[in-house]
């Protein structure tokens, strides 16, 4: 999935349609004490007398905000506020920096008061529901209360729903103010988004409102400037969700083998060591953040993007516009800047670990080591790859070295790793590449509804929501990726399913759906997607036994619903008449939904719409009830043995659908 820029930074990215002037953007970010910076050219001297420990200072209380407003997703923005100002008012550590030491110390103590803040208050403990969390240990509670994030990426948030001029009026009487409601809204909507991020985004958003409310035409100005700030955070969002997963579900090796690949990727000139360092700072970095701590995630950033700046030259040529920025604009500006040209490693083939007869004694000794200089070669060989089907070619030279080691003469059974290397990327691509000739053969709204069949199958107990949502995700990242390149679909599908895989595995954790979803979930982030691709129908699952008229269910209801909430109504049939008739077929499916569609087209035409269905929605009932009926015990057992063709083949072709 291509990342969109944020908008804030169109002086460096030209393609994000939103034109922020530059002294203006520097005025929003540096507004605390920073206004003597009279343009951009000015800022590199002054960022230098911009310390760490003085961001985190002047940006304390945002960021303390920006904590609680993730964790008491309820809460009242005044109540944040009030909460904000009793801890820091409490955290001796935090009202004076004198160096890094002291404000990492107000990072720790932050947290800690809060989470005893929140246990010693009766009234937020009931309408939170973390009294379960406060009986248990310091490391336990954080975990705990972590659980009980929930992700409302989806909704929108209340700034959609103000005209312009409330905008502009409120930022008029309160420019502050309307900057922290920004990032109050964002961030409980939000709770795995980083405080830095939310802090850039906050600004970017006053910027753009105080462009716009200069602006005749107000409207038009804030959706051009606006959205494509909502479409980053969105996106960012979710990868930052989907990096904390990685982090709880699987050890640190999964998440260290993660950052490795995507370091080496966006730096492929930089050395193995330099690489190695900064995998293990960012890693770390990640857990910091995921682990709610704004005030310490803060502080490492900047740190870090302090040392990234300092290292220039041996890590990229990209990022020279970006160290010139302020904090935390500067950060931003470096997480999202290009990848570096792809060197020519055409005299250094990967033979040292496909020929070298000392492949058994480096991989016995230190296997780890071994493995993270093996995922570095290849990643700079091949940066066009996506990180799963990376991770993938890594798993199985793992596997082979494991068997071979074990031999006689190891160096005739690795010797042909290459050709594993090959083939594991090309079953990879291949799948891809059947999944979009589908989605070109069926159309849009006809894939939708072949991935609704198939992962009702899948996952039955999810409910019928929850499978529009996920499925349309999954047909949108195909309408979106499936037109590029064959290079570019390859990555696009292979990076979208690893954040909407990843967020229905985020689901299961929450709530279990089944042994099979469990198992590819949890068994390798590496081979995830193809564990889902295989999934077969869950046999185990019964319905709630419903006749036909409890399912389709037909009422004048459905003529005031818009086009989108009857495409919806739709889905959801589907995904109940898949769940009650389960041998039906995928034509019969289509049958009853076209019916469907065109009863509701000529009933909302009739002068008396209930009767007209009451009459008309006899047929097509009498339809459902002639599909057959549920499985015996024998013939669910054979469904079972016989599930993957079931859900992989159309009925009247024989095309492979992954996902």
């Given at each position: 999935?291509?990342?969109?820029?944020?908008?804030?930074?169109?002086?460096?990215?030209?393609?994000?349609?939103?034109?922020?002037?530059?002294?203006?953007?520097?005025?929003?970010?540096?507004?605390?004490?920073?206004?003597?910076?009279?343009?951009?050219?000015?800022?590199?001297?002054?960022?230098?007398?911009?310390?760490?420990?003085?961001?985190?200072?002047?940006?304390?209380?945002?960021?303390?905000?920006?904590?609680?407003?993730?964790?008491?997703?309820?809460?009242?923005?005044?109540?944040?506020?009030?909460?904000?100002?009793?801890?820091?008012?409490?955290?001796?550590?935090?009202?004076?920096?004198?160096?890094?030491?002291?404000?990492?110390?107000?990072?720790?103590?932050?947290?800690?008061?809060?989470?005893?803040?929140?246990?010693?208050?009766?009234?937020?403990?009931?309408?939170?529901?973390?009294?379960?969390?406060?009986?248990?240990?310091?490391?336990?509670?954080?975990?705990?209360?972590?659980?009980?994030?929930?992700?409302?990426?989806?909704?929108?948030?209340?700034?959609?729903?103000?005209?312009?001029?409330?905008?502009?009026?409120?930022?008029?009487?309160?420019?502050?103010?309307?900057?922290?409601?920004?990032?109050?809204?964002?961030?409980?909507?939000?709770?795995?988004?980083?405080?830095?991020?939310?802090?850039?985004?906050?600004?970017?958003?006053?910027?753009?409102?105080?462009?716009?409310?200069?602006?005749?035409?107000?409207?038009?100005?804030?959706?051009?400037?606006?959205?494509?700030?909502?479409?980053?955070?969105?996106?960012?969002?979710?990868?930052?969700?989907?990096?904390?997963?990685?982090?709880?579900?699987?050890?640190?090796?999964?998440?260290?083998?993660?950052?490795?690949?995507?370091?080496?990727?966006?730096?492929?000139?930089?050395?193995?060591?330099?690489?190695?360092?900064?995998?293990?700072?960012?890693?770390?970095?990640?857990?910091?953040?995921?682990?709610?701590?704004?005030?310490?995630?803060?502080?490492?950033?900047?740190?870090?993007?302090?040392?990234?700046?300092?290292?220039?030259?041996?890590?990229?040529?990209?990022?020279?516009?970006?160290?010139?920025?302020?904090?935390?604009?500067?950060?931003?500006?470096?997480?999202?800047?290009?990848?570096?040209?792809?060197?020519?490693?055409?005299?250094?083939?990967?033979?040292?670990?496909?020929?070298?007869?000392?492949?058994?004694?480096?991989?016995?000794?230190?296997?780890?080591?071994?493995?993270?200089?093996?995922?570095?070669?290849?990643?700079?060989?091949?940066?066009?790859?996506?990180?799963?089907?990376?991770?993938?070619?890594?798993?199985?030279?793992?596997?082979?070295?494991?068997?071979?080691?074990?031999?006689?003469?190891?160096?005739?059974?690795?010797?042909?790793?290459?050709?594993?290397?090959?083939?594991?990327?090309?079953?990879?691509?291949?799948?891809?590449k059947n999944y979009c000739d589908l989605h070109e053969k069926l159309g849009d709204s006809n894939f939708h509804d072949r991935l609704m069949v198939l992962y009702t199958k899948k996952a039955p107990q999810l409910s019928a929501q929850e499978l529009v949502m996920f499925t349309k995700k999954m047909a949108a990242a195909a309408s979106r990726c499936c037109p590029q390149s064959d290079e570019q679909q390859f990555v696009c599908i292979e990076d979208s399913a690893k954040l909407i895989?990843?967020?229905?595995?985020?689901?299961?954790?929450?709530?279990?759906?089944?042994?099979?979803?469990?198992?590819?979930?949890?068994?390798?982030?590496?081979?995830?997607?193809?564990?889902?691709?295989?999934?077969?129908?869950?046999?185990?699952?019964?319905?709630?036994?419903?006749?036909?008229?409890q399912v389709i269910i037909l009422k004048g209801d459905l003529c005031k619903a818009q086009e989108k909430e009857l495409q919806i109504e739709k889905e959801k049939l589907l995904s109940s008449l898949v769940r009650q008739k389960p041998s039906a077929t995928e034509a019969q499916f289509q049958w009853v939904l076209v019916d469907f569609t065109h009863l509701v087209e000529m009933c909302c035409h009739a002068e008396e719409s209930d009767m007209c269905f009451q009459k008309e929605g006899?047929?097509?009932?009498?339809?459902?009830?002639?599909?057959?009926?549920?499985?015996?015990?024998?013939?669910?057992?054979?469904?079972?043995?016989?599930?993957?063709?079931?859900?992989?083949?159309?009925?009247?072709?024989?095309?492979?659908?992954?996902?």
């Amino acid at each position: 999935m291509k990342t969109l820029k944020p908008i804030c930074f169109l002086v460096f990215f030209s393609y994000i349609k939103c034109q922020i002037l530059q002294t203006s953007l520097l005025h929003a970010v540096l507004e605390s004490g920073k206004s003597n910076i009279k343009m951009l050219s000015d800022s590199g001297s002054a960022m230098q007398h911009l310390s760490t420990q003085n961001y985190v200072e002047e940006n304390l209380k945002d960021l303390t905000s920006i904590m609680i407003a993730q964790f008491l997703q309820k809460a009242t923005y005044e109540e944040i506020q009030t909460v904000a100002q009793q801890l820091l008012d409490l955290v001796e550590k935090c009202k004076n920096f004198k160096s890094h030491v002291s404000a990492t110390e107000c990072a720790h103590q932050l947290m800690t008061r809060f989470l005893e803040h929140i246990c010693d208050n009766q009234g937020m403990l009931a309408k939170h529901l973390f009294a379960n969390c406060c009986n248990t240990n310091s490391t336990a509670r954080l975990k705990c209360f972590l659980f009980y994030k929930k992700d409302y990426g989806d909704h929108k948030d209340g700034f959609q729903s103000l005209k312009p001029e409330m905008i502009c009026e409120m930022d008029k009487e309160n420019q502050v103010t309307m900057k922290e409601r920004y990032s109050y809204e964002i961030s409980r909507r939000h709770p795995y988004l980083y405080g830095p991020t939310i802090l850039t985004m906050s600004a970017c958003y006053k910027t753009a409102i105080q462009s716009c409310c200069q602006e005749e035409n107000k409207t038009e100005c804030l959706q051009i400037k606006l959205e494509p700030i909502r479409k980053y955070i969105r996106e960012i969002s979710l990868r930052h969700h989907h990096l904390c997963e990685i982090g709880v579900k699987f050890n640190h090796k999964v998440a260290k083998a993660v950052e490795l690949v995507l370091l080496t990727k966006k730096q492929p000139k930089s050395n193995f060591s330099e690489i190695a360092k900064l995998t293990t700072d960012v890693k770390n970095l990640h857990e910091t953040c995921c682990e709610g701590n704004t005030v310490a995630c803060a502080l490492g950033r900047s740190q870090l993007m302090n040392y990234i700046c300092s290292a220039q030259a041996a890590l990229s040529s990209k990022i020279t516009q970006c160290c010139e920025l302020p904090a935390p604009f500067r950060g931003e500006c470096i997480i999202n800047a290009g990848n570096e040209d792809k060197p020519d490693l055409s005299s250094l083939p990967l033979s040292r670990f496909t020929e070298d007869g000392f492949v058994c004694e480096r991989f016995t000794d230190n296997q780890d080591d071994f493995l993270q200089e093996f995922l570095y070669e290849y990643s700079r060989r091949y940066p066009e790859l996506a990180v799963p089907v990376i991770l993938r070619v890594e798993a199985k030279y793992k596997n082979l070295l494991e068997k071979c080691c074990k031999l006689e003469k190891p160096l005739e059974c690795y010797s042909h790793a290459e050709v594993l290397f090959q083939r594991v990327v090309r079953e990879s691509r291949d799948h891809v590449k059947n999944y979009c000739d589908l989605h070109e053969k069926l159309g849009d709204s006809n894939f939708h509804d072949r991935l609704m069949v198939l992962y009702t199958k899948k996952a039955p107990q999810l409910s019928a929501q929850e499978l529009v949502m996920f499925t349309k995700k999954m047909a949108a990242a195909a309408s979106r990726c499936c037109p590029q390149s064959d290079e570019q679909q390859f990555v696009c599908i292979e990076d979208s399913a690893k954040l909407i895989l990843g967020a229905l595995c985020g689901r299961h954790e929450v709530e279990p759906i089944n042994a099979g979803v469990g198992h590819c979930c949890d068994n390798s982030y590496a081979f995830r997607k193809p564990c889902f691709d295989d999934l077969q129908v869950d046999g185990t699952y019964v319905s709630p036994s419903l006749p036909c008229d409890q399912v389709i269910i037909l009422k004048g209801d459905l003529c005031k619903a818009q086009e989108k909430e009857l495409q919806i109504e739709k889905e959801k049939l589907l995904s109940s008449l898949v769940r009650q008739k389960p041998s039906a077929t995928e034509a019969q499916f289509q049958w009853v939904l076209v019916d469907f569609t065109h009863l509701v087209e000529m009933c909302c035409h009739a002068e008396e719409s209930d009767m007209c269905f009451q009459k008309e929605g006899s047929k097509l009932i009498e339809k459902c009830q002639s599909f057959p009926g549920r499985l015996n015990n024998a013939r669910n057992c054979q469904r079972r043995i016989l599930a993957k063709k079931t859900i992989l083949f159309f009925t009247n072709n024989e095309t492979h659908v992954d996902y």
